[in-house]
């Protein structure tokens, strides 16, 4: 039997790999280089889903994701939370008082700022962080250092000299996870759920206030809504949210019905369950 694949943004031993091997064992993770491939070998079959950032505790939102999500033609089957530690690792032998910089994606650097301050050494970004690991496999420099997932250490061959030297240890980013399935299983009805969206307000007075109104007279808790420039145009008409429950749910149900009448374009995302990290204090 084939075995299942899951795409991932990132070399091996990146963040989203540790994610992908958390929430499918069972699945042979698949690194690409660029979002845009992780989609699609999704879209195309030659992965059953896909494991995609798109947001950080301390980074916010991830960007590119959300320019590619609306029009990605996949679904939403579930999310993860997973809190972000980085380590400093370096080739064998090489001693912490030898390391003079440390390597990494700008975003980790800075998310280290303060441990990497603290142990003097310069910075230096690159594309990625698992591949800051691989390059430094690749090319030996006892002057360097990588901040990298602990995963990445294991897969390279590189010893770990500080262990998570993140600033923050409420670190953690949400991960989406993608099918190319139209119309994939509903969730267990005794999980509690999220439901993903977009939609585009008609060009009329107030008509975002008034598509909104829905939710609120009817008890919906909506948890997220942004906002997105659509195809270079300088108008905010086009918006990403997501609300608890499902659609068959009486009262998100009329809220749709609702917002449906005063947009130009409504199409659901996905229904999956809440991941219980939410509910965490």
């Known amino acids: 039997m084939t075995k299942r694949r899951i795409a991932f943004q990132g070399e091996l031993g990146a963040n989203s790999h540790e994610a992908c091997q958390a929430a499918f064992p069972d699945y042979e993770p698949v690194p690409c280089a660029t979002f845009e491939e992780a989609f699609e070998a999704v879209k195309k079959g030659a992965c059953d889903l896909g494991m ?10 991830v960007a590119d ?14 999310e993860r939370f997973k809190p972000i530690h980085f380590q400093l690792m370096a080739n064998p032998g090489v001693r ?48 360097k250092a990588a901040v990298s997932p602990a995963l990445a250490a294991e897969i390279y061959g590189l010893e ?12 953690t980013t949400r991960f989406l996870i993608m099918t190319a399935d139209p119309n994939p299983p509903p969730p267990p009805f005794t999980e509690p759920c999220v439901t993903s969206f977009i939609f585009r307000v008609r060009n009329l007075p107030a008509a975002l206030y008034k598509a909104l109104g829905g939710f609120a007279t009817n008890g919906v808790n909506m948890t997220k809504l942004e906002s997105y420039m659509e195809n270079g145009a300088w108008t905010a008409t086009f918006f990403y949210a997501e609300v608890d429950g499902r659609p068959e749910d009486r009262g998100l149900a009329l809220a749709l019905e609702e917002l449906s009448f005063f947009s130009e374009k409504l199409e659901v995302l996905g229904t999956y369950p809440a991941d219980p990290f939410r509910t965490r204090g």
Do not use: Y
């Not at 995609?52 to 939102?61: K, L, M, Q, T």
């Not at 994701?65 to 579930?78: A, D, T």
């Not at 770990?160 to 670190?171: G, P, S, Y």
């Open 52 to 61: 995609i950032p798109v947001e950080n505790s301390i980074a916010g939102r």
């Open 65 to 78: 994701v959300h320019h590619l999500l609306p029009s990605s033609g996949l679904k939403i089957i579930g």
């Open 96 to 143: 912490l008082e030898d390391v003079r910089t440390a390597v990494s994606m700008p975003i980790a650097l800075g998310q280290c700022r303060k441990s990497l301050r603290r142990l003097k050494l310069k910075t230096e970004g690159t594309g990625d962080t698992a591949g800051a690991a691989k390059q430094l496999a690749e090319h030996p420099d006892p002057t």
């Open 160 to 171: 770990i000299l500080a262990r998570d030297i993140e600033d923050e240890h409420h670190n």
